[in-house]
RNA sequence: GGCGCAUUCGUCUAGUGGUUAGGACGCAAGGUUCUCAACCUUGAAACAGGGGUUCAAUUCCCCUAUGCGCUACCA
């Protein structure tokens, strides 16, 4: 039997950070064996669901490369499945109605709410206490022709225990006492969760559920329902969560944009560096290295390899240096800086387009050039941003001059006024534009002027680039070429007191 | 309240009944250098606590603590 697995968020708002490594676990393990990645959009919360979320969703999966197979499945399309289900297990007897009347959370915090309850019973098992459990079928058919408003509840048996083989957590199991008759399906007809995730990984053939640890409890009542259905349970793998420093839980609400998948897009990230960076937050393969390309990563996953406690996604919200995970920022500069120039380049386009710094010629004519420069500038780079933010000097007149950079470079040496412009005097007949003669003449001139070459290296880069950091000043020469290096040189705008 | 799961440097993690408990990020120092990175060298930094079992426990068992999850006619 081929391995089928699905990713099944639900669209309640972007692409969040734990479920894409769920996505990602899930992707690599059906490609490692060469199964089926299916993709199952969770959609029975009405109010909650949206299609921008669904779109920003499917936009996020697709950023990081995971491409499903088959059809994507709307869970709200087989509502009426579900229905017949739950309808099926009344007909056996499996399950009951129940005519208690629906209880209203109204505005009280639902967890406090669950614990009051369960302290007033005070240790005592209830689970079985329904007092509609056994009335009698006609009774029971009576009701509910009435027109009586019914959820449908399953049996779960009085003696026995459910028990699975977590592949992650080991064996599982949980005493009949522990699990309430579940409710299928609610009294305005519509299938609950665990309902209607059981019915959907039968009908789309599921072999494995891998999905976070927060549903191993829930497992056991999914048991149940397969067992009722009279189907086999599929393989359980559940994963660690993904938590905030300090041991909280991540959420959109407390911690915004930075668990949303588009934010780091958006940031300029390499899908294939926060992929990396993804695959080792509770899973690693045993072994020193942590830089592993996409096919790499699909060979050597496997469910052995995941952690079975919750890892810290750890970033400093009041700091806007660690505004996210350090690893995951150095992940991306080290992808930056040794992906093969021709992976890299169509990213920078990208960036260089959307920040109107684009000319055609970079594809033609200056092809070379162009990823020569992107060779060069990408070494310091942390993010895509960086090319034209940083690097916008390289691809345009119009750059902005770092005050820090002016002082510290020019100002501070007064003399450069008038040397630089000279220096540009004798780079005018210099007809060899290479790194020796250049850096010969350069030193040749601070030392005329008897004055450290770095000197005249750091005004000159401060006056080419606008920056105080950036590559050796001859390859900056170089790459500018003679014109506009002359040019820049002569310029007066950096001096502007 | 009940049930479940977890606990190795700040973070991600490797690992074992006997190890100087390893690596990565970050941090610090030094080297290199025209600056900043990169790179190289070095350093600080961990087995939650208490009981067992054992010749020996970070590793196995129990308890405690802490964290997380579930406990809903939410998903």
């Given at each position: 039997m081929t391995t089928r697995v699905r990713f099944a968020p639900s669209p309640t708002g972007y692409l969040h950070i734990g479920s894409a490594r769920t996505a990602l676990f899930n992707y690599l393990y059906a490609r490692n064996v060469g199964g089926k990645f299916l993709l199952r959009i969770e959609d029975t919360d009405l109010a909650r669901s949206t299609e921008e979320s669904t779109r920003s969703i499917l936009e996020g999966l697709e950023w990081l490369g995971f491409s499903h197979d088959e059809e994507i499945v709307f869970q709200s399309g087989n509502a009426g499945k579900h229905r017949a289900a739950a309808l099926k297990l009344l007909e056996e007897g499996k399950a009951y109605r129940d005519f208690t009347p629906k209880g209203d959370p109204g505005e009280k915090n639902i967890k406090a709410a669950i614990v009051e309850r369960a302290r007033a019973n005070q240790?005592?098992?209830?689970?079985?206490?329904?007092?509609?459990?056994?009335?009698s079928k006609n009774e029971s058919d009576k009701r509910a022709a009435d027109g009586e408003p019914f959820a449908i509840r399953l049996k779960v048996p009085f003696e026995g225990k459910t028990s699975f083989d977590d592949a992650v957590y080991g064996l599982q199991e949980r005493d009949f006492d522990e699990i309430e008759d579940l409710v299928l399906l609610r009294s305005d007809g519509h299938p609950l969760y665990n309902l209607a995730v059981v019915c959907d990984d039968i009908e789309m053939a599921i072999t494995d559920v891998i999905r976070g640890q927060d549903h191993l409890t829930n497992t056991h009542k999914q048991i149940l329902i397969y067992e009722a259905l009279g189907k086999t349970p599929p393989r359980f793998a559940h994963l660690p969560l993904i938590l905030a420093p300090g041991g909280k839980k991540l959420s959109k609400r407390i911690h915004g944009e930075i668990v949303s998948m588009t934010t780091y897009r958006d940031a300029g990230f390499l899908a294939a560096a926060f992929r990396n960076f993804l695959a080792l937050l509770g899973w690693s393969a045993g072994e020193e290295q942590e830089i592993y390309r996409l096919a790499e990563l699909i060979e050597k996953?496997?469910?052995?390899?995941?952690?079975?406690s919750n890892a810290t996604f750890n970033f400093d919200a009041n700091n806007e240096r660690r505004w996210t995970d350090d690893k995951a920022i150095w992940f991306n500069a080290e992808y930056i800086r040794t992906l093969p120039i021709e992976d890299l380049l169509p990213h920078v386009v990208k960036e260089l387009k959307s920040a109107k710094l684009w000319r055609e010629e970079y594809e033609e004519d200056d092809a070379e050039w162009f990823a020569k420069t992107v060779d060069l500038i990408r070494e310091r780079f942390y993010t895509l941003k960086d090319f034209s933010g940083q690097g916008r000097a390289y691809f345009s007149e119009d750059f902005d001059f770092d005050e820090k950079a002016v002082q510290k470079n020019l100002k501070k040496h007064p003399d450069l006024k008038e040397w630089l412009p000279e220096l540009a005097d004798r780079l005018e007949s210099l007809d060899d534009w290479t790194h020796d003669p250049l850096y010969d003449l350069v030193s040749k001139f601070a030392e005329e002027k008897n004055t450290k070459v770095g000197v005249i290296m750091n005004g000159a880069r401060a006056l080419l680039t606008g920056l105080a950091v950036g590559p050796s000043m001859i390859a900056v020469f170089e790459t500018l070429g003679k014109e506009k290096s002359i040019m820049r040189l002569k310029s007066r705008i950096a001096w502007n007191e």
């Open positions: 240790g005592e098992k209830h689970m079985r206490d329904n007092e509609f459990r056994d009335i996953f496997s469910l052995d390899g995941i952690h079975r």
